[in-house]
């Protein structure tokens, strides 16, 4: 069972990237996917949400109308799109997967770094 994030980099302020997250080794579109992040000497900030449908998404309200997520079940596939990138979403992003939003989280990725710097 894999969760294998890329897309990551490094940014000026007001760039964007478009994160991915590969899933492997179970059945992805049972799962809603989570993504998440961890910025240097801070706690974990959850940031969006995916059903795993694809047709229901939650966002932070720190990353609303700037971050965008969504999913390709053929693909086995995550999205997340950064834009509008700010100093304050650079972090270390993770996802992960749970069969639903009342359980825990049964799988995670190893993360893919954003870095805003100008």
């Known amino acids: 069972v894999q969760l294998v994030e890329s897309g990551g980099g490094l940014v000026q302020p007001g760039g964007s990237l478009r994160l991915s997250c590969v899933a492997s080794?179970?059945?992805?579109?049972?799962?809603?996917i989570t993504w998440i992040r961890q910025a240097p000497g801070k706690g974990v900030e959850w940031v969006a949400d995916i059903n795993r449908g694809g047709d229901s998404t939650y966002y932070a309200d720190s990353v609303k109308g700037r971050f965008i997520i969504s999913r390709d079940n053929a693909k086995n596939t995550v999205y997340l799109e950064v834009m509008s990138l700010k100093f304050e979403d650079a972090a270390v992003y993770y996802c992960?997967?749970?069969?639903?939003?009342?359980?825990?989280?049964?799988?995670w990725g190893q993360g893919t770094q954003v870095t805003v710097s100008s």
């Open positions: 992960a997967a749970r069969q639903n939003y009342l359980t825990p989280y049964d799988y």
């Open positions: 080794g179970f059945t992805f579109s049972t799962y809603s």
